[in-house]
């Protein structure tokens, strides 16, 4: 199984066109990802040839899901018209927006974010500033390598792109149902709840990587969860024990205020919680190596 990307999902790339877009929906193809159309305006009619594979591109997103019956689309549109675009996509009520771009305005993040909720949740937003979600073997809508770890019972959110990456890389030994890239800017989609719901209900994840970092207090949040929903067994790492009080770290959520969004509060949080939280990403996939053996 997998949350939220699937095998019968049939993924559209706004901004296929552009360099980004080329590269990655080549990237995409080539992982078996079945991608039905690209989306640009001033390209509509046009057909694109990625290596053998033709995808034509559409003029709007609904134009594409009329066409193809698409249920997924990944923004690869520059931070200036990134609002526009994820507003199209929840107009068309496409079922997942995948939002890749980072350096979007904070305030241009929820105003598609409200618009998704006003509008009934229609539509699913992951991200913006994230790599997006692989279910490997089936399907992998964004940026992160097709080839780390194949398909396995570990379901993995996180935070960080790169974390994401290093922690699919530990574990390829046992593969994941579904890795899911959030984000990190302060306002966000899909959050570490949401897809904990998801992998508890995946009668096929076996157990839950989940990645933080300081600021802002998500993983506090993320841990009442857990407490009071989740039954599987779940490991945690928080990015940031080092950073200094006050300072903005790569992620524009990465901020830490006085004693509010430490690295020490979250592990603290989390450990009351009944998760294992690694003090490294190689020590939090040793932790899962052994809950994985007890299984």
Request: hydrophobic letters at 45%; proline letters at 5%; charged letters at 20%.
């Amino acid at each position: 199984m997998a949350i939220f990307l699937t095998a019968d999902s049939k993924v559209i790339v706004q901004g296929m066109t552009g360099s980004e877009g080329m590269k990655h929906t080549r990237r995409m193809l080539a992982s078996g990802t079945n991608i039905v159309g690209g989306v640009n305006p001033r390209k509509a009619g046009e057909k694109v040839d990625f290596d053998g594979q033709v995808v034509p591109v559409f003029g709007t997103v609904a134009e594409a899901i009329e066409a193809t019956g698409a249920d997924v689309t990944v923004v690869f549109v520059p931070p200036a018209f990134t609002k526009a675009a994820v507003i199209e996509a929840i107009d068309a009520q496409i079922g997942l927006a995948v939002v890749i771009t980072e350096g979007i305005p904070v305030h241009d993040t929820a105003a598609f974010w409200a618009h998704a909720v006003a509008t009934g949740n229609k539509t699913r937003v992951i991200g913006p500033n994230c790599p997006g979600i692989i279910s490997p073997g089936k399907s992998n809508a964004g940026i992160i390598p097709a080839d780390i770890a194949g398909p396995g019972k570990i379901g993995l959110v996180s935070k960080s792109g790169t974390l994401t990456y290093q922690m699919m890389y530990e574990l390829r030994e046992f593969g994941f149902s579904s890795a899911i890239g959030i984000g990190g800017d302060p306002v966000i989609g899909t959050t570490h709840i949401d897809a904990l719901e998801a992998f508890q209900n995946d009668p096929e994840t076996a157990a839950i990587v989940m990645i933080g970092e300081i600021g802002g207090d998500a993983e506090e949040r993320a841990a009442a969860y857990i407490k009071a929903n989740v039954t599987k067994p779940v490991v945690g790492y928080v990015a940031g024990f080092t950073a200094p009080e006050g300072k903005t770290m790569g992620h524009a959520g990465a901020i830490v205020s006085g004693s509010a969004g430490t690295a020490a509060a979250k592990k603290e949080a989390l450990e009351a919680a009944g998760v294992k939280v690694g003090k490294t990403p190689s020590e939090t996939a040793q932790l899962m190596r052994e809950i994985i053996a007890a299984l």
